[in-house]
């Protein structure tokens, strides 16, 4: 059982409290029976019970408690003990992005963040080519050259993760970045890895998936974003969408086309997870939308 | 207060209950306590507040109790006074369908029908032409002509409403019905008539919305179906969608684009509503999507 | 080379030709100079040239022409030897429908043929399970059962031949049908099976894409409309579309949420077909959408 | 009659034609046969004919060609008097963005102006408050500040005015610009101003769009461009957009949410508009979508 006490989106003076456990008869009544008992509104509650996996996913808005420690006692002893609960109340999340050469999600999150509308801090980039070093400093933001070349994976990871272990980031944004990362490197960020995949998974795993689509002939093309798993493109999905192309579209045309949609369905994953509203159990998502 | 114990879709082995009320603390704990001490497991829950309004809404599926009044009587005891409680338990909504010449809308709903995937169960046609007689004959559904000509649309109503209250319609669905109804008419069924408005609402109230459509030179045209009140197409909207056109289609080629999205678009409201997913509270809904 | 004169949709006063060919310098001149010279006014006009195959398309609408030989020859005159002309008048479209068990694709079409709106006629239906026959019988279109239960694939199949020998059907439609084709039935019937796939090729290729699509907890699922060539699933695709689902659908909600884009996409396919907007060259299709 | 040689986007060895006028019989024949005799090969063409109009409408991409005035004079030989002809030949447009306080739309066209991937160049952004000077700043686009305050409307764009003709901008970019231009000040840019609108319109005319969708309880809101007239809100629609909303967002959840589906229909409409594929004829458009 995990308690975890984590931060929101500024200027909310809500609680977000999230609850994912084994389920059984009376959860929601013990839950909200705590939040009653310290006079607490709840004004938005979303509840969800997996019935092939007997598991119970729960999310609710109520106003502020002014102890959050006590509060998450009382929950803790009405809950299985399998249960994580997170408690978010107000600071906004912390993200080192890593890039590779492609600007657009970058951009759009270095501008969300700047403007602040991206519901988190971007504490620091982290690219394997020094082209999107000058976005950065214009933005003062901090950009880490970590240079793939003439280097073994291992090192070239070890190099991310000294500058990664330097940050207090709560999520690692994969904004297009274009190396695959080693299972060693995963592991070290459960679910706190999230990744932008240019197709509409599981159509087109792996490299050049604009390439395999314009030879496929499809009619649409797509992003993925999902959480970054041992397993190539095949972690759970947070968000994807779709976009209808034509035949007068080369390969490269595609690539151009999918940059909004890369942008659009990342940004969307960020604001679905920073705002609490994504479970992950084994690998899929329990996804709580607007 | 009123408690309303309706039916759902066939073959579900639960339970669907709607509360809507005045909001106060400990709602969700109350209702959620009288389940727990029935031993009724929450499998789906979703509560919104509308804080300007202090208004709750709830729907949560649980199993079937085999003591409907008595839980009814329990989930009246622990809320307000103003509370609507609606427990669903499994049979079929009944509804009248009224059309004039186009026969879209309809044909997808009497297949449905045909094939037991409505949600509900059509006992009726009403339509001021002959010309959709013939297709409703074909899968067995008695049509009844009432023609709006050489009457008073009073007389014209008066009609109708002798067949109306022939049958016992939960709801009766204006699939494409070309007359504007009295506010003496619609004063008789109230949340119960739901129109299709072949516009995204509030674009192009009234007639010909497609001319109007053609006229203003729009990139995409609409549908939006809304329960009817007594000011024309300003009724509560329960679902709407939008198709792109391009300056290639006519008048006329929208009118024919526009079928396959005021179908869609009237299904699923119809859907949503035999699925108990619809709350409408003063001119607007509360929905909760699948 | 080939010349085709086909049919078109109803109540047309226009002639809509069709020519594919190597391109080369001076084709638009040439053909319109043809037309000009026979005071046709072209109203309608794209060409598209796939510059990697050096291949030429294009499409037209003008008036009709009262000598559709005298024009298809002076057309050749002014063509590469290799150009396949095709030459539409206004007639409608012949087809043939394959089901198995699933209704709605096929009351799509049936529906659409009762009220003239198909661009096409349908002059029969086979089937190879007895269930969906009283539907055909309710709107007087024949059905044939041949089932595939105690035959070889080779007897089944060629039960369904000697049916479609019998038929002038331009185009057959695998309305869920669910046998795979032998190469050697497919080879008879080049360009002229559409079938629809229930996934968003190529994620989910062959049976049970809902299932998969559940497994893999994707947030969207969709349908593809393809010409069938011998490759299971790997023929030209014509159009697709996606719809978004969420955790809360099992893999049966799924394929009761994908009808609706199913029989969408292939209603957009058969449009797309009928009205002669769409070339196949390899195995890609230009498409010249409204 | 006028020719207007232009420019386009970087890196295209072609030519793009736009040629409007009276429509007649021969007019395809007659451009086509001009680009053969110069042994130009046409890539992509399309002709629309608004019949109703008797308007022709021309868009064709071929190999450039040395010599531009000379080619333009032989089109002009073979057209009506009152045809226009656009020929681009590569160079990219010169805009300026006119923003009041509303960031989203002004970064994405600096961030694509960065990148050079806006298919323009931004001259200069003039605002009426000071707060996106320093967006601009960070990336070196000289910004105006022309507050409105304690001025007439007529000096306020007088001083506007002073701006605009100190740049060479091929067209004003409206990127939320929040207050009423006047029809002199419109008249002097006809067919040169772009606005983004925050509705579907013609639903919600006028200020605040999102506060009238949320009062009428709509399912979706949207965002138009088009080009600006003398009358508020009704000039020729170039593209628009929706997006689903639900009971749960506020007025001001909706101007969040509508964001980037404004940000996302500016920047289609400029992309359209600076490939040289959209038509202005009285109050509409004709766009040769990609």
């Known amino acids: 059982m995990g308690i975890t006490v984590l931060s929101t989106i500024p200027g909310y003076s809500i609680m977000i409290i999230l609850i994912q456990c ?3 008869i ?29 598991r119970f996913f729960l999310r609710l808005e109520t106003a502020l408690h002014p102890d959050i420690p006590k509060l998450s006692a009382a929950l803790k002893d009405v809950l299985p003990t399998d249960a ?7 600071s906004k999340r912390q993200i080192a992005v890593m890039v590779t050469k492609e600007y657009h999600c970058l951009a759009d999150i270095l501008i969300k963040n700047f403007f602040n509308t991206l519901d988190a801090s971007v504490l620091a980039v982290i690219g394997n080519h020094p082209n999107l070093e000058d976005v950065c400093r214009r933005f003062g933001i901090p950009f880490y050259l970590v240079s793939h070349e003439q280097k073994t994976k291992s090192e070239f990871e070890q190099q991310i993760i000294e500058v990664l272990d330097s940050l207090p980031a709560d999520y690692i944004i994969l904004a297009k970045f274009m190396r695959i990362l080693s299972p060693g490197f995963i ?23 604009y390439r395999q689509a314009f030879e496929r002939g499809v009619k649409l093309i797509g992003a993925t974003a999902h959480f970054v798993t041992d397993d190539l493109d095949q972690g759970p999905i947070i968000t994807q ?25 990342l940004g969307r994953a960020m ?20």
Chains 1, 2, 3, 4 share one sequence.
Do not use: C, W
Request: charged share 20%.
């Open 241 to 265: 969408a779709t976009i209808p192309v034509s035949h007068s579209l080369t390969a490269e045309d595609m690539i151009t086309a999918g940059k909004e949609i890369e942008t659009s369905v």
């Open 187 to 209: 592991a070290r960020f459960p679910k706190k890895i999230i990744n932008i995949h240019h197709s509409f998974l599981p159509a087109f795993v792996g490299a050049s998936p």
């Open 84 to 90: 994580s609960i997170t408690i978010s109340t107000g």
């Open 26 to 54: 009376g959860l929601v009544a013990a839950i909200s029976g705590v939040l009653a008992h310290e006079r607490l509104n709840i004004t938005s509650l979303r509840e969800h019970v997996d019935q092939a996996e007997n």
């Open 271 to 290: 604001s679905l997870v920073f705002n609490e509203r994504v479970f992950v159990h084994k690998n899929k998502t329990v996804v709580f939308d607007y």
């Open 22 to 24: 084994t389920d059984r």
